[in-house]
């Protein structure tokens, strides 16, 4: 199980943590959120036998950031399990700014997609959404610079956004007695959700119309 701890001292890096850790920053990764032993698609700091590396070739090292997972792909492809028990545990500190979460999720982001490029159906819908939803605010902006009636749409899915993101961490503070959370995390979610998204795009954009 992986335990996220604040980076820093403060509110911010409280908020980033738990953010970190919630189903509306990190959708379905079980490693974050479960307790359940299982099969996952993928596990923070994998342990394998080397002779697993040796058959399927190690790590991709083209890849600067989400090597693990493609390398998890190959060892689904070949038949193999990735197997999560909670019973193994890990501390992982989070990022301490929201400068250096953005950095993270940008990277993130834009490597995804490069691994997608070899092995395009492992994406799954909690990865799909943010360039999806960059995608529509990116366009609606656009769009409202010609169209007046995209400007209320895209407050209205901005607003939305925000009052979803409210409701969904208010248990947290709650929970915690620390309502700062109330204002860093969606923060924090908003960083990771539109910076993985950017990224995303950008790789995309940039692969089709440079090459690289």
Known sequence: MWE?????????ARAIAAAAAHPLGVGDAWYRLSN????VDTVPFGAFRKSLFDELGGFNEDLLTNEDYEFYSRIRKAGGKIWLDPKIRCIYFARGSL???ARQYWRYGYWKFRMLLR?????RWRQ?????????????ALASLFIPIFRVLWLGICGIYVLSLLIGITPVAVQKKDFSLLIGMPLAIATMHLCWGAGFLYSMI???LFRK
Request: zero cysteines; proline letters at 11%.
């Open 4 to 12: 996220i701890h604040p980076g820093r001292e403060g509110w911010l």
């Open 36 to 39: 359940r032993e299982g099969e």
């Open 99 to 101: 400068l250096e979460l």
């Open 119 to 123: 092995f395009p159906t492992t994406l």
């Open 128 to 140: 799909a959404l943010p360039p999806f939803f960059v995608s529509l605010l990116i366009f609606m």
């Open 206 to 208: 940039s692969k089709i």
